[in-house]
C-alpha cells in the first residue's frame, strides 16, 4: 500500500537551542520512500549525519520564536507484516556482529533483571518467533495500554511496576523481556496508519530466523502499515528530536497518514 | 538560492539486470533538500544503503522491458562558493583519518605519476588553497574542456595525452595533480545551475585549510548554483548508476535544474 | 612509563558458552602497545570485530571444562594525565556527530534524573573541564567508595541513593551528572599502575575544551598509569567479557601490573 | 598450525616524514594473533585507526636520522587453504553491501578493459569458484613470474602488456578478470610460510558461494600458511607502509615466517 505520513511539530524557543531531529524515513528492505518533504521556518543551517543505528539525523540551532518543522513522505509498504512462526532462534555464535548489541541493557530496558519473568512467560514454546510472540501476548493481556500515562519515559521495570504504559513503555518491556532470553531486540519510532488517535506510535523488532520481524503488543492484530522513521536499543537512542539545554516542548504536534489512491 | 533539480533516466532492459543508482543528494553543510521525489517505472523492491563515502545508494534488479527513474528534489545551496585564497596545507599528520583514502592513487587518478608536473604547474604558490587554484587555472588554460569527447571515463594520465576532455576528465586530472602534492581531493558528481547545455556535471573538492573547497576547471569563475549529489574517489566510486550484465545504456536522460521563486 | 599489564580469567564452564571478550587494549593518543599475548587454553576458533565505540571484541564459544584466557601487554603511557583547569564547555552544535551518543542517557547513567543536582553541585564554576573536576570532587567527597559493594552494577540513581559504590558506580554517577550538563560522558574500563588493591579499574572521561579528558573520583590526585581496555556509554556497553547462557563466573581472576625497566 | 612471523623496516629518514603503517594482522576468522610485539625505535607519539577495509593502521611523524619498525607476531593459521570447486557465483543482488565496492575498478585493476578477455579464459567453466580457478590457472601459465620486475606498481593493463611480474601483479590482473565477470575480488598483503625467498607476499581473494576464498597464482599448489596482514582493492589500499614528502625507502626490509612448535 501506499501511505503519506507528515508530522508538523512547532516550538515556542526562548534561547537559541540545539536540536537533533531523526523525522526522515530511510528506505529500506520495508519500505520506498517516493517522495519526502522536510521544510523547516525559519530556514536555518542544518549539517546531517548518520548515527550508530543507520538512522538519518540533522543537526540544527532553532533560533529564538516559533521554529517548526514541517515533513511529509510518500511512502510504499508491505500490505501485511511478515510473520514466522516456527522461526528459530539463532545462536549467539551465528548472530551477525551488528547485532550483537542489542543483546546488551539499555537505559529503558533493564534485561538484567527479567531472565525469570521471561523464562515463566515462554515457557513451553518454541525457541524463537515464538517466545517472541508469547512475549507480545502477555504484554497485551497483562499491561494496560494506557495512552494518558505520560510523556516521560518509564524503563521497563518501571513499567512493570505500574502494570499499565504507552506504546514506548510496552514496547521497552518487550525488549528487556527478549533481551534476557537472548534475542537481540529493538525500539522502532514511526507512523501506523489507522493509529486512534493518530499520533507518532512505537514497537519494536525482534531478531529471529536470521532477520528482524515487527511485534507490537498494542494491536489486537499485527496489520500492515509500518512506517518506521528510527530505530535504536530503546527511547534513549531513538527521539524524533532531541534538544539540549532549556526545555521547549512543542506547542503542535500534528501528524497524519493517509492512504494514496 | 533554492532550485529544483531534477534527472530522468530510462533503460530499454532485455534481461534483468542488477543496478546501484546514486541519484539521491544528501542534506550537509552545503545544502539543504527540502522536497525529493524518487519514482521507479516500474517499481521494484529496492535497499538503500550507504556506501562508504557517505552517499546513498539504491540497489535494485530492473525488470525486461522500459525502465524509468525519476528524481527531483528541491535544494537550497549558497549563492557563492566559498573561496579562500591563503587557506593553508594540512599537514599530513593533521588530517582527519577520514580524509587520508583521499590522498592515495585511484583508477582514474594515478597521482602516483604526476609529482614533477604538479610541482611545476604551482611553483611560486602558497602551499595549499592556492596551489589548487594554480591547478584549475591550468586546466582550464591547457586542457581543451571538450563535452564531445567521449562517454567512457579515461584517467589522469590518458587526459593529459589526449589534452582534452569532458567535465570529469578535467577533474580527474585535477585531482591526480593535487594527491601528487599530498592535498586530499575528491570527485563530485551533481548537477550545476546554469550550465550550457544542461546534464550532470562533475567536479572536484580538496581539502585544504580543515576543510574541503569545490573547484571546476570547466567555468571560467566559480558562481554558487552547485549541487553535490555523490562523492568518491574517482568516476569508478561515484556513478550516478552502475548496472551488471549486458550493458543497457539510457534510452533517455534528461536533466533540469531551475530556480524556485 | 612502560607498564606490563595482565589479566587471567578462568571459568568452569559447565555447557558451550558464548563469550564476547573486550581485553586488548588498543594502540592510540594516549597509549602505545609495543608487545601483546592474548592465549586461551583450550585454543577455539574466535573471530574479532570492531564495536560501535572502536572497541577489538572477540567471539567465541566456550567449550566445557575449565577455560582460561591469559593477556600480556607491554604499554607505554604518560607519566601523568593531562589535566586542563579553564578548557571550555564545547557547544552542542560545534560537537563531533560520533560524540554525540555520549551525551544520551543510558542504562547506568540516567542522565535525565540529575539535571537539578547537577547544576548545584556545579554552581559558580567555569562551564566545561571546572565543572567535571568539581563534579569528580564532590563524587570523592559525598559517596563512599567502597570496594565491597557489589559485583552487579547498579545504575547512577540506585549510586545516589546507597551513597556507596565501587569504581564503576562512581563513575556512572560521575557521567550521569556531566550528561545532564550537556557535556559528553564515556565510561573507561582498563588498567590503573599503584591501584591497592590491584584489579581491573573502571573511571570516566568527558569531553571538554576540543577533546576528551580523564576523570577518575576514586583516586586523591590524578596521576600516570592510566591504561584504557574499553570505552562505552556505560557498563552495559564495556564489559570485560559478556557471557550469554547459564553464568559461569570467573573461579579465578588474576590482574597484575609491573612497571618495565 | 603455529607461525611466528616478523618484520623489520630500516629508514633513513632526512627530514621529518609523515608515515601510515599496515603491518598489524588482525584476529579473525581465518587466523589468531597470540602474541604480537610491535616496536619503533626512537619510539614516537602513534595514533591507530581503523581504515574502511578493516586494516588497523597507525600514523607517526618518522623523525630525522635511522628509523626503525620491529613487529613480530605469533599466529594460528588453518594447515590447508580452504577450495570449494563448484562454488557458486553469486547473484549481484545478493551480495552483502560491504563487498560491492570489490566489484569496481580501481587504480591497478582496471576492470572495466577486461571483460571479452575474462570470458575467453573461463569459457565452459562452472560460474564461480571454477571460473576464478581458471582465471588463477591461466595466470600460472601465461603470465612469468619474475621476482625481480620492479617494486613500483603496474596496473593490470600494464602486467598484461608485459606478460610477467610480481606477486602483486599477477593478482591485481586476476582482480581485474574476477570483477570483469562481476566476481568481487580484493588484494591481501601478507606473510607465507615457506616462500623462497622470503619477503612479504600478496595474494587474491574472490567472493563465491557467500564467502571470500584464498587464490595464489605464484604457488603451483595452494598449501596453508597464509598469514594476511591488510585487504583492500589494489595495491593503492593496501602498503605496509605510506610515507609522505620525499621518498625514503627503507634501507633494510627484513622478513621471516617460523614454524612454531
Known sequence: M?????????????VPTPFILMLRPRSGVQQWI???????????????FTDSYGNLCQRLIAPPGA?????????RVADQVDQAPGAPFVDIEN???????????????????????????TVGHLLGYDQVKAIETWLRTTIRYDIDSGNIPVSA??????????????????????????????????????????????????????????????????NGGYVPIGYGRDA???????????????ISQNVRVELLG
Chains 1, 2, 3, 4 share one sequence.
Open 157 to 222: 521495570v518501571e513499567v512493570h511496576f505500574r502494570q499499565s504504559g504507552v506504546c514506548r513503555d510496552l514496547s521497552h518491556l518487550g525488549i528487556a523481556l527478549c533481551r534476557s532470553l537472548s534475542i537481540p531486540a529493538r525500539l522502532v519510532v514511526g507512523y501506523l496508519y489507522h493509529m486512534e488517535p493518530m499520533d507518532l506510535h512505537a514497537w519494536f523488532e525482534a531478531y529471529v530466523g536470521g532477520r528482524w520481524y515487527t511485534f507490537d503488543a498494542t494491536q489486537v492484530s499485527l
Open 236 to 250: 534513549a537512542d531513538v527521539a524524533v528530536y532531541n534538544q539540549f539545554g532549556p526545555p521547549a516542548y512543542p
Open 95 to 121: 548472530l551477525p556482529d551488528e547485532v550483537l548489541s542489542y543483546l546488551l541493557p539499555s537505559r529503558y530496558c533493564e534485561s538484567d533483571r527479567f531472565g525469570e519473568m521471561a523464562a515463566s512467560i
Open 67 to 75: 521554529f517548526a518543522v514541517y515533513t511529509v513522505a510518500d511512502v
Open 34 to 48: 517516493a517522495r519526502e518533504e522536510y521544510r523547516l521556518e525559519p530556514m536555518v543551517g542544518v549539517s546531517e
Open 2 to 14: 501506499w501511505l503519506r505520513t507528515s508530522c508538523d511539530l512547532t516550538f515556542d524557543i526562548t
